[in-house]
Nanobody, 126 residues
Framework: QVQLVESGGGLVQAGDSLTLSCVASKGAQGADSRYMGWFRQAPGKEREFVAN????????FYAESVKGRFTITRDSTKNTVYLQMHSLKPEDTAIYYC?????????????????WGQGTQVTVSS
């Protein structure tokens, strides 16, 4: 059973930084997942893509809304993917979800990700 567990969320002020972590059971970053991504869902809105990373070579892809402020990285030795968030804005407030994708093709489509964590809340006050 693949499990993804997010952590690192919290309440911060606008302009602050925060780093989220997603720890995967061995299967998620081994034979199964080729891509790991972060999505977020703000109150009253649909879940949206934030960033993803190809586990083999670290190739990254970002949503325009976070490009230049967020950085996604991975540590294969720890089966962990990180989302470093800088210059946070109130509109970044959301539940952030970690997701895993089996295919090696890059996509931002939520439905293309097979594995999901329970989410971690990020709240940015103005």
């Amino acid at each position: 059973q693949v499990q993804l567990v997010e952590s690192g969320g919290g309440l911060v002020q606008a302009g602050d930084s925060l780093t989220l972590s997603c720890v995967a059971s061995k299967g998620a970053q081994g034979a199964d997942s080729r891509y790991m991504g972060w999505f977020r869902q703000a109150p009253g809105k649909e879940r949206e893509f934030v960033a993803n990373i190809k586990l083999r070579d670290g190739e990254e892809f970002y949503a325009e809304s976070v490009k230049g402020r967020f950085t996604i990285t991975r540590d294969s030795t720890k089966n962990t993917v990180y989302l470093q968030m800088h210059s946070l804005k109130p509109e970044d407030t959301a539940i952030y979800y970690c997701a895993g994708r089996i295919s090696a093709t890059q996509t931002t489509r939520e439905s293309a990700y097979s594995y999901w964590g329970q989410g971690t809340q990020v709240t940015v006050s103005s």
